[in-house]
């Protein structure tokens, strides 16, 4: 079945620094990827998404690119911030799906002054 | 401009009781899911509903746990008897039509339920 594995957290760092996030996924056909993220004690919010090959889904300085030959959509922000803390959840929308959007085990990341 | 709102926030219940959990989705959207979030673990899947129907319920424990979205008023997850391996942040998420923005949720804040 279809599914989504990503890198496992917590992943600390300091202000302005690299981050990545690996994804990678498993599915027939073409899904639509996206990237969710949850700040402390709040819902998710979509943060960017992708719905075909070599899409680059972009937000807030962050941005992930639609690898069909690596199966892989890893999230990236240039510097981070403090406020990027967040638990971030890669998932993917099967194209044959009614609706199940299914997320990866999220990925905790924490930035320190 | 309300989002998706669900209540309780926080729910306490001991074993054996029942835990109602509410959803209202956001204005125009017609798709309502629940996913159960467990501690240390990702979102999964529990059940998909449109107005006054199931569409996939595949995620839902065969038994105790129900939901419904009636024509009128919020959509409710129902776990009947609860159990401590209940404990969880349960949320809610609506979308519009799905043709429009397939796989574009809408999450609410999460109802955390606890059970002692």
């Known amino acids: 079945g279809d599914s989504v594995t990503q890198m496992e957290g917590p992943v600390t760092l300091s202000e302005e620094a690299f981050l990545t996030i690996n994804c990678t996924y498993t599915?027939?056909?073409?899904?639509?990827l996206f990237w969710y993220v949850q700040y402390p004690g709040e819902g998710l919010q979509l943060l960017l998404k992708?719905?075909?090959?070599?899409d680059k889904g972009s937000n807030k300085g962050f941005e992930a690119t639609y690898r069909k030959e690596t199966t892989s959509f890893h999230l990236e922000k240039g510097s981070v911030q403090v406020s990027d803390s967040a638990v971030y959840f890669c998932?993917?929308?099967?194209?044959?799906?009614?609706?199940?959007?299914?997320f990866g085990a999220g990925t905790q990341v924490v930035v320190t002054p | 401009n309300a989002g998706v709102m669900q209540n309780p926030r926080h729910l306490v219940r001991r074993r054996g009781q029942e835990a109602r959990l509410r959803c209202s989705p956001m204005?125009?959207?017609?798709?309502v899911y629940w996913y159960r979030q467990l501690p240390e673990e990702g979102l999964k899947f529990m059940v998909y509903?449109?107005?006054?129907?199931?569409?996939?319920e595949s995620g839902m424990p065969k038994e105790r746990f129900s939901a419904e979205f009636p024509k009128e008023g919020p959509s409710i997850l129902r776990i009947q008897q609860v159990v401590r391996g209940d404990s969880a942040a349960y949320f809610c998420?609506?979308?519009?039509?799905?043709?429009?923005?397939?796989?574009?949720?809408?999450f609410g804040e999460g109802s955390r339920l606890t059970v002692l």
């Open positions: 998420a609506s979308s519009p039509l799905q043709a429009i923005s397939p796989g574009e949720l809408f």
């Open positions: 599915a027939t056909g073409y899904p639509s």
């Open positions: 992708a719905t075909k090959a070599d």
């Open positions: 998932a993917l929308f099967p194209t044959d799906s009614w609706g199940k959007l299914q």
């Open positions: 204005k125009g959207h017609s798709h």
């Open positions: 509903l449109q107005k006054e129907n199931i569409i996939d």
